[in-house]
């Protein structure tokens, strides 16, 4: 019989290789991609050893060149990017070289940089969305940061006559090399570092192209290449038992950061596929209708997924009592006006949709158990968290009784708790904040005048600060009553914030604990059966589990 970590696994593979079917299927089959995809393959075929984020940081420091790679479709692949820049400012002067700008177009980014073009007027000046059709929002973040840190941008990337033909893709290679090459021999004691498709960084393809060129000025650098999620290490990792390293030494000068699941990388592509840069309007008419049956099926299947591990069994109707609707949905709200049941939830469900929050809905239509979700955008992490709390509600049955407010709130701790413990079966690297975040978070913030967002953040981050503190001095019940009685009565945001927070940090340390064996998948069943109507006792649930697994440690990654 296979072992919870084992079948959590084999859940990973169904998935990643259902995706890799459906991406083959929109490629179709391409010679020079696949050449090129190979050459870079070859230098990851295993690792030397399982490093960490302070020994990357080192060899990055101790560079002079560093080839960053990326996968455009991926949001987590550019947060990578910024983490690093972020640890290593102020300790070298910095030149970021992005493959998102063309060279073409250099005297466009300097002055957007210098702060003498707006954002729209720049990103209409160099034709954005035909020279980069990927998401603005995932880089503008690391735009953002180059401009408050006055990091010089170099645009890299030029047109081709056909980026699939492979000509094409060593044409580029050679142009970003004599970009890159020149801002080496110009800026002696500075980090360039560049970011550039990932097939790009293998030590075959640009970053020889750029060593040639400094070798004919006799020119010499200390080179570093950082890969991102490749496939194949993170299964050898997972024969290992190794799958939760999250930074890989690949050899002396290659590096592999381990920060998404193999599934979820290829879901990034497939959503940019099928979706405009918002994630929410698909880009071809023809493609609506069946994209949302896949992404309905897609649900469906987590919640199954989720349950098998755990032995959950679903009664065999409630998939089919479930409705799943996009933000694409434009008549969501009128079909909500539609539903007697619902129309005294209508002002939470537009506030949560003004946020940008997925959702689930248990409601009574025609004497029967019904169900609805709300996905705001492609986000599989949303996805499998709303499945999780399908499968929870399904199996706890409706609250058919009035609780107080100090109750209501606990049980949506425990019901956020499961979700995001639930999430976790479908992206292991998924991430919660952690109490020394949290504090770094406040520490920082007291440097900078916060946005409206930032200092709903704040009360949030100090809230949460403070519960920990009372849960550690092990205080009664009137204790907390005293202290967030203004919390527990609230319908703001900030309040619910709180509670699914809460839910969050308990449910990564949870599904930490059941992998490992410190927690039983028993005790886990009883909490998604729970309807926790008696008066303390999610709380009393809360606060069991987290004495139990406090000692756990929940994986950071990079």
Known sequence: ????????????????????????????????????EKEYSHYLKNYEEISNKAELIKKVLASDLVFHGDYHTLRQSQRSILRVLREIKGKRDIILCLE???????????????GKM???????????????????SNWSPLISFCCRERIPVLGINTNC???????????????????????????????????????????????????????????????LIICQNEENLYWKLCKQGQEEADVLKVSENIYCLMNTLPANKIQSYLNWLDYSEDAYFPAHKDWEDDFVEDSGMMVQD????????????????????????????????????????????????????????????????????????????????????????????VLRGRLNIALSLFDRFYRNVMTECLGFFGSKFINEKRKSNTENAIR????????????????????VARLL??????????????????????????????????????GYMLGNRLYYAVK???????????????????????????????????????????
């Not at 859940?11 to 079917?21: A, G, L, M, W």
């Not at 998102?100 to 210098?114: C, E, L, P």
């Not at 954002?119 to 990927?134: P, V």
């Not at 009137?478 to 809460?502: C, D, H, N, W």
């Open 465 to 502: 600060l403070q519960h920990f503190y009372l849960q550690r001095k092990g205080a009664d019940v009137q204790e907390f009553m005293k202290k967030f009685y203004p919390q527990y009565k609230s319908q703001s945001a900030v309040s619910r914030i709180f509670s699914t927070q809460l």
């Open 161 to 223: 006559e056909d980026d699939s033909d492979l000509r094409s893709l060593r044409c580029r290679d050679q142009y970003s090399a004599r970009i890159i090459a020149k801002a080496v021999i110009r800026n002696p004691g500075k980090l360039v570092y560049v970011v550039d498709g990932d097939y790009h960084v293998s030590p075959n393809h640009l970053p020889n192209n750029v060593e040639q060129l400094l070798c004919q000025l006799d020119e010499s650098v200390r080179s």
């Open 302 to 393: 987590m919640a199954t997924a989720i349950a098998s591990p755990l032995n959950l069994e679903l009664p065999p109707d409630a998939l089919e009592r479930l409705l799943i609707y996009y933000a694409s949905d434009l008549y969501f709200i009128d079909m909500i006006y539609d539903i007697p049941e619902l129309k005294g939830k209508i002002r939470l469900i537009k506030e949560r949709i003004r946020r940008d929050e997925g959702f689930l809905i248990e409601y009574e239509r025609d004497g029967e158990e019904s169900y609805l979700i709300y996905l705001a955008n492609s986000s599989i992490n949303m996805a499998a968290e709303e499945a999780c709390h399908f499968l929870n509600a």
């Open 100 to 114: 998102m700008f063309h060279g073409s177009d250099q005297k466009y980014v300097d002055m957007f940089m210098a």
């Open 516 to 558: 490992s064996g410190k927690f039983s998948v028993s005790k886990v069943r009883e909490i998604f059966r729970d309807p926790f109507d008696e008066s303390e006792k999610a709380f009393e649930c809360y606060l069991e589990i987290y004495n139990q697994i406090k000692k756990v440690n929940p994986v950071m990654r990079m």
């Open 1 to 36: 019989m296979k072992t919870f970590r084992q079948q959590l696994i084999a859940i990973q593979r169904r998935i990643y290789r259902k995706n890799v079917r459906r991406m083959q299927d929109n490629l179709g089959h391409n010679s020079a991609i696949k050449r090129y």
């Open 118 to 136: 707006s954002e729209s007027s720049f990103l209409k000046k160099i034709d954005y969305s035909k020279k980069w059709s990927f998401s603005w």
């Open 440 to 459: 770094r978070f406040l520490g920082n913030a007291k440097h900078d005048k916060p946005s409206f967002e930032d200092a709903e953040n704040i009360k």
